[in-house]
Structure formats: C-alpha cells, structure tokens
C-alpha cells in the first residue's frame, strides 16, 4: 500500500472512482468530484495528460503587442528619415540614427524579458504576430495593442512629402490609446518605453508637428507636488540664464524657454493644490554664472538633469494613465528645448539606454 502522509488527502482507489460513477452516472460530474484528490496525488485523467504532454503554452508579456509594434515603427522611421537624404547633421538623418538605435534597445529588452527571439523578430515581417489589424487613426488615437503604430502613415504621406511626412509618421504614435498602452507595460520596462513616446513627441515637434495633448486627470495631487520641485528648480536657474543673456539670441531663447517652464511650474502647481509647498527662496547652482558664456552652458546643464528627472518620474507614475501621459508631454518638450540648446537628441530622453 502507498504511504499516506500526514496533512495529504487520501488517494482514491480504483474502487472508490468506480463506486463513484454508479452512485452519480456521469462521467463529468466524476470527474470534477475525484479531479482534486487525483492531482494531489500526482495523478492526472487521461484529458490532462494529453493536454499537458506539448511544451507549455507561453503566457504573454503584459503590454507585449504594444512594445513589439514600437520596436517594429522604430525600423520603419529609421527607413523613412534615411530615405529622405540630407546631410548628416540634419534632422532626418540623426532621428534615422535614434530610430535604428531604439529598434535595438527594445529587441534587447523584450528577449530579457522572456519574449522568444522568433515573435521579436517576426514582427518585422508584414505576417508577423505583433501588429496585423487595422490601422491606426493617426495622432489623435496613436497605437493599441492590437494596431501598428504609424500604419497610417502611408495615407499620410500621400498627402504632404518630406520632413512634413516623416513628422506625421512620428506623432502616428501618440495619442490617448497610446498612453492608455504604456500604462499596461510592465514597471520595469515603462520609463524605457515612455522615454521613448517623448522622442517622438520631440521628434515631431522639431519637424514642426506639435501634438496636442489631452488634459491629464489625476487621483494623487501629491505626485504633482512631488514633480514640481525640479520644476521651480529650474524655473529659478532659467531666471540666471536671462539675467545673463542681456543680448541678441541667446536671451531671446533663454526668455523663451523661461516662460515655457514657468508655464508647467503654473500647471504643476494647480495639479497639487494644497499639497505643493512653498518654494523656496533660492536654489543653488553647480557653479557661479557671471558670462553669457556661463549661463547658456548652465542652461544645456539644467535641461540635461530636468530630463533625467523627468525619466526617473515615468516610473513613479504607478501606471497611472493621467499622471503618465503628463510627465510624458514634459519630457517631449524638455527634448526639444534642451535640443535648441544643443543638448543632442537621444533614443530615449534622460535614461542612459543599455549597452
């Protein structure tokens, strides 16, 4: 006889499965009534096995159609800019450079999260497994986890050419949908994959394609209180900035980008309400500002950390679809005036994108 453990259940007999289905009569209800103790006793109905005697059926990544269509436009931008020609330091041919170097990164995460290098792949044929229904709507909508980001953009460029066509292909990816998709991926992947959303928000502003952005809704004002601080932070090192700009451009850009700030630090500060505190009298400056000199390399400097704030703070946003799809829009425009700063354009603003 089998050795029965104490705190085990007793393994039914051939008997008892038979005594079982005379006094019931049917053979599903036998088995719901005996499938419990069986499997605790190591053994499985005939059904089971041959249902568990393949490989294990793969659960899919959260998120996962969403980041293999990102990784799949990636390729498909870096193809459009290269084909729009142009010197190298131009627009298109850097955001051909970024794109390529996003495809990457996202083919590295996604295998080092568990996605089997034949579904990676495979999104990049027109049968692949990531992106097969219809297209997306443009950037109102921007990509689902069931559409292809950009898959309007054919449509797109029919109508305009050029750098017009490429910026229409870039913001293809934003959008309500798209930020509602983000929300989904898991945390550790998400600044990764908002970064990203923000250059192509950048991207398509620099290109002279702005997006709209919905207004956010918020369930914690704290976590607006708690953005705010690197916000004013630099609010206060943009007011030296002017002070020493007296002339020409440079203080024009650093008046510009003033206002721009102090306009978020305002929405910022009606997002927290009672939870922002006072800001405080001064900050300090990682070295003295007396030269415009000074002040325009203070300014590259105070855009480079807003951006790593504002990267670290996409992975604070718990997922929170209003909160997310905010610190998203402020990371685009950092880029972009951190760009006309002659900050360079990177895959994936304020993260230092792996190896």
Not at 154 to 173: F, I, K, N, R
Not at 214 to 231: F, G, I, M, R, V
Not at 331 to 336: K, N, Q, R, Y
């Amino acid at each position: 006889m089998p050795e029965h453990r104490p705190g085990t259940p007793s393994c039914p007999t051939r008997r008892d499965v038979l005594a079982a289905g005379a006094r019931f009569g049917t053979v599903a209800l036998v088995s719901a009534l005996v499938s419990a103790p069986l499997a605790a006793c190591g053994i499985r109905l005939e059904g089971d096995a041959r249902r568990g005697g393949g490989a294990p059926e793969r659960r899919p990544l959260r998120g996962e159609p969403f980041l293999l269509a990102l990784r799949r436009h990636s390729l498909d931008l870096a193809a459009e800019a290269t084909a729009l020609g142009g010197p190298a330091k131009a627009l298109p041919a850097r955001l051909a450079v970024l794109h390529t170097r996003q495809a990457e990164v996202l083919r590295t995460e996604l295998l080092r999260l568990g996605v089997p290098v034949s579904v990676v792949d495979g999104a990049e044929e027109p049968d692949g497994t990531a992106t097969t229904t219809s297209p997306s709507a443009g950037p109102s909508s921007g990509p689902s986890s069931t559409q292809s980001p950009g898959a309007s953009s054919g449509a797109t460029a029919g109508a305009v050419t050029g750098p017009q066509a490429l910026a229409a292909s870039e913001a293809g990816d934003l959008g309500p949908a798209a930020i509602t998709d983000l929300a989904g991926v898991p945390a550790e992947v998400l600044p990764l994959a908002g970064a990203l959303l923000a250059q192509r928000a950048a991207a398509a502003a620099l290109l002279g394609t702005p997006t709209t952005w919905p207004e956010p809704k918020w369930s914690e004002p704290s976590l607006a209180a708690s953005y705010l601080q690197s916000t004013r932070a630099a609010v206060y090192g943009f007011q030296v900035v002017a002070a020493q700009s007296p002339t020409g451009a440079q203080r024009t850009l650093a008046r510009t980008t003033l206002a721009v700030l102090e306009a978020r630090q305002g929405r910022q500060e009606a997002l927290a309400g009672p939870a922002a505190a006072p800001p405080p009298l001064a900050y300090p400056l990682p070295y003295p500002v007396a030269t415009p000199a000074a002040a325009r390399k203070l300014a590259a400097h105070l855009l480079t950390e807003l951006l790593a704030t504002g990267a670290r703070d996409l992975g604070s946003t718990g997922g929170e679809a209003g909160p997310l799809g905010a610190v998203v829009q402020w990371l685009a425009d950092t880029e972009v005036l951190a760009s006309r700063w002659g900050v360079a354009l990177t895959p994936f603003p304020g993260l230092v994108a792996p190896a």
